[in-house]
């Protein structure tokens, strides 16, 4: 799966992984993590991410074939 | 100032803890127990309290590495086990049957709650203990009279678990019963050291006690839902 938040946060903002995080209720390391899609968020963290990006969750996360 | 994280702090906790671990042996006794259990309650304590406000990930980071770590204490024990009896040549202690068992017990509990819900679980448990005792009463005394009326408590609670399915919760206050009746019976008839005695009371009564409040927990929650 891979993501678009970097390039959410930079359109919306520019927004610092540390504002997207106190929003969000979670550290700095998970969005860090998220970002670098080494950790998938619950259906609830990625909705409060999509709705703090503005945008959608299929909009911030993609599938990919071999997922 | 730079807020310090809740992983932080868990780190520097953990760190704490083995830090008195190792400067234990130039403690009092009475010291080192009191100090690790208040260094050892406020996280547990944090683990049954709500927990809404915590970071997904650092939740996922902590049971991962509990896991993990598990296994590690799992081997190690295996290991105390064939160390000692290559040394001595006799068979280990109880008190190693009980590190080994009791968490692993606990584990499979907890899973099979989890994945299948109270009654499902609740049914399997029974079935599994009522197996497994049933055999072990066989394999100690064969199919004699005394074979089958150390096997009937478990003949009992696998008709019970059986029967479930259609009643859950007569059955499950009967698991209960069945439960505080193995208590009684392991504490007053069978004579054996404190360590024995946990690893019996893991083995049965409590198997058999989560069971018969899982079967009554979701009688209840279905009745609510009807």
Known sequence: MRNTLKRQRAIIGPMTQQELAERAGVTRQTIIAIEKGSFNPSVKLALKLAKILKTTVEELFILESRD | ?226
Request: charged share 10%; hydrophobic share 60%; proline share 4%.
């Open chain 2, 1 to 226: 100032m730079k807020k310090i994280s809740s992983s932080m702090l868990k780190s520097l906790w953990l760190f704490a803890v083995v830090l008195v671990i190792m400067i234990s042996s130039g403690l009092p006794i009475w010291l080192l127990v009191t100090v690790l259990i208040l260094l050892l309650a406020l996280p547990l304590l944090r683990e049954i309290t709500h927990r809404s406000d915590a970071d997904e990930r650092q939740i996922y980071i902590s049971h991962y590495s509990s896991h993990l770590a598990l296994y590690v204490f799992v081997a190690l024990i295996l290991f105390v086990m064939i160390h000692d009896y290559q040394l001595s040549g006799t068979q280990p202690d109880v008190k190693f049957y009980m590190l080994l068992l009791v968490p692993l017990v606990i584990k499979f509990i907890i899973s099979l709650l989890q994945n299948y819900g109270a009654g499902t679980a609740g049914r399997w448990i029974g079935y599994f203990f009522a197996s497994v005792w049933l055999l072990f009463a066989l394999l100690d005394h064969g199919f004699s009279l005394m074979g089958v009326i150390q096997a009937l408590p478990f003949i009992v609670l696998f008709a019970l678990a059986w029967y479930s399915k259609k009643q859950p919760l007569i059955c499950g206050i009967l698991y209960i019963v069945l439960a505080l009746v193995g208590l009684f019976f392991f504490k007053g008839w069978i004579k054996m050291g404190i360590y024995g005695l946990i690893l019996m009371y893991t083995l049965v009564p409590l198997p058999v006690f989560i069971s018969g409040t899982a079967l009554v927990f979701s009688s209840i929650k279905k009745e609510e839902l009807q």
